[in-house]
């Protein structure tokens, strides 16, 4: 199974936001949480973050035939990005969401959203769904 994480613009920087809420996450801490809940499972993720729609769009495409599920935070993307959105409709990957508070305006419809102030309890919970996800999907097969 594999598992593609898109981290959207400004993830990078998360550890600035988490600072003024009062915890100290970082981008490198959601993605070993995110790397020890699939640790010995037959599961690969391919992890990218960028502030660029471009980069992600061939991060997409690269990975669309080998790609079971995406978990996507396109934080300010959600509102601008239509050739992001294209793209996800067009390759087919389903995906879940995940946002630290509620979009009023988004572009994104995926299989799942998670909106959760705790970025690595959110990325958790999407992982864990995108998992269920795949194995009922499969399972189907």
Do not use: C
């Not at 067009?90 to 946002?99: D, G």
Request: glycine content about 4%; charged content about 25%.
């Amino acid at each position: 199974m594999v598992i593609l994480i898109l981290h959207g613009p400004n993830m990078n920087l998360i550890g600035l936001r988490s600072v003024k809420a009062g915890t100290q996450v970082t981008l490198d801490k959601i993605n070993r949480a995110v790397r020890k809940q699939v640790r010995n499972e037959e599961i690969t993720l391919k992890i990218l973050q960028t502030h660029d729609e471009a980069k992600a769009i061939t991060f997409l495409q690269r990975n669309r035939n080998s790609a079971d599920g995406l978990i996507i935070s396109p934080e300010a993307w959600h509102i601008s990005a239509y050739t992001l959105a294209d793209t996800l409709s067009l390759v087919e990957i389903p995906y879940i969401t995940v946002s630290f508070a509620r979009q009023e305006k988004n572009l994104f419809r995926g299989i799942h959203s998670v909106v959760n102030p705790d970025s690595i309890a959110g990325y958790v919970e999407a992982l864990e769904k995108m998992k269920t996800y795949i194995k009922a999907r499969n399972s189907k097969k």
